[in-house]
């Protein structure tokens, strides 16, 4: 399919103190657009002025959320060029999303080579000062102008870019988590493995709560049982128990997230004794008593790596690592990021190149 480009004829004023950027408030010239028509398939793809869309009132996705997203940076080198990380991971991630979602996948290479001339297209909104990123958020809302509850038959697969500051200010700092045992994000057979929208809209009171509370996530627990840990607010969960790691392993409910997957194939690759099994709560509380929880981090695109310094479970609370970033943690984030941004060798082959 050939990409048609229209370009803006009215450029925005890019930020200059590119260190104010924050997260998901400035967005780009241009977006990438393509519709699905049913009996026609995925057409027309284009790349347009960023701009609204517009939707009829009744539109399929603003009553039953059938909608997906995705989540992924673009690079800027020292050398000047652009880079994305796993870009094929998130792409293979976004078509298991559809099938969970019932909507109709797309093809992989396709939306690479596309996401590559949109980026392209916008390279000069890839901020330049350290640890700066140009966010990009591909996702699909289901279209139809009709309020029957059944998979529609037409979608719109949209990517904005989003120029984004550093994700930490002064250091990693830390973060306290209240374990949730309240309310719960996802259960097996549900759809907490998919991104999707709805996911998050679960979470949010159980967000709203903690932070009350003075904590700024909450580690969620399995929607069965309510005892075995699975993810720590939008980000998959890493614990140092002696001297295994742990993550919970994958088991319909937990999102496998591409910082996940490479955090575990790293730390094989420098021989380490990591996991994917099943963590109760019950088992972290006997390792912190015992002294043997050594590290605890989050993992996720926006963060990379999120130390944890505290878990607070039942009123009882457990600093780990006297609250500062453990060394494993320490060493994780510097070479994914390393990677990431260019300053280390891309061993692996996870460095796509844009321009
Ligand atoms: C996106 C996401 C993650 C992290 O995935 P990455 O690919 O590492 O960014 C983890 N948990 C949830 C619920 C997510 O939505």
């Not at 939707?55 to 880079?83: L, N, W």
């Not at 901020?127 to 529609?152: C, E, M, N, W």
């Not at 930490?168 to 907490?192: D, S």
Request: hydrophobic share 35%; proline share 6%; aromatic share 10%.
């Amino acid at each position: 399919m050939d990409i048609r480009i229209e370009l803006t004829k009215n450029p925005k004023v890019k930020p200059t103190d590119e260190s104010k950027l924050g997260f998901g408030g400035v967005f780009t010239d241009h977006m990438f657009l393509m519709n699905y028509t049913e009996g026609k398939g995925w057409h027309d793809p284009r790349i347009v002025p960023y701009g609204p869309i517009p939707m009829d009132p009744s539109c399929m996705v603003f009553h039953y959320a059938q909608e997906i997203f995705e989540g992924m940076k673009a690079y800027r080198t020292q050398d000047d060029t652009i880079q994305l990380f796993r870009p094929q991971e998130n792409f293979k991630r976004l078509n298991n999303s559809c099938e969970r979602m019932v909507i109709p996948k797309l093809d992989e290479d396709f939306l690479l080579e596309a996401l590559k001339k949109l980026v392209e297209v916008e390279k000069d909104w890839v901020p330049h000062q350290k640890d700066t990123s140009l966010y990009i958020r591909p996702f699909i809302i289901a279209s139809d102008a009709v309020l029957g509850v059944h998979p529609a038959k037409t979608y719109i697969y949209a990517v904005i870019l989003s120029p984004s500051g550093p994700y930490y200010k002064g250091g990693l700092n830390p973060v306290k988590i209240y374990v949730e045992t309240k309310y719960v994000r996802a259960v097996r057979g549900g759809m907490g493995m998919v991104k999707t929208g709805g996911n998050y809209a679960a979470s949010l009171i159980a967000q709203e709560e903690a932070s009350r509370e003075g904590y700024s996530q909450v580690l969620w627990l399995d929607g069965v049982e309510r005892k075995y840990v699975e993810e720590v607010g939008a980000m998959n969960v890493f614990f140092v128990i002696g001297d295994e790691i742990v993550t919970p392993a994958l088991t319909g409910s937990i999102l496998p997230g591409i910082t996940r997957k490479s955090v575990v194939e790293m730390l094989k690759e420098w021989g380490y004794n990591v996991n994917e099994r099943r963590l109760s709560v019950e088992e972290l509380e006997a390792a912190a008593a015992s002294g043997q929880l050594k590290e605890a981090f989050g993992t996720g695109t926006a963060a990379v790596i999120s130390p944890i310094g505290e878990l607070k479970c039942n009123g009882k609370v457990t600093v780990i690592n006297n609250n500062e970033i453990g060394p494993i943690s320490q060493k994780l984030y510097d070479h994914l990021t390393g990677i990431q941004w260019g300053r280390l060798p891309d061993t692996h082959g996870w460095i796509v190149k844009c321009c």
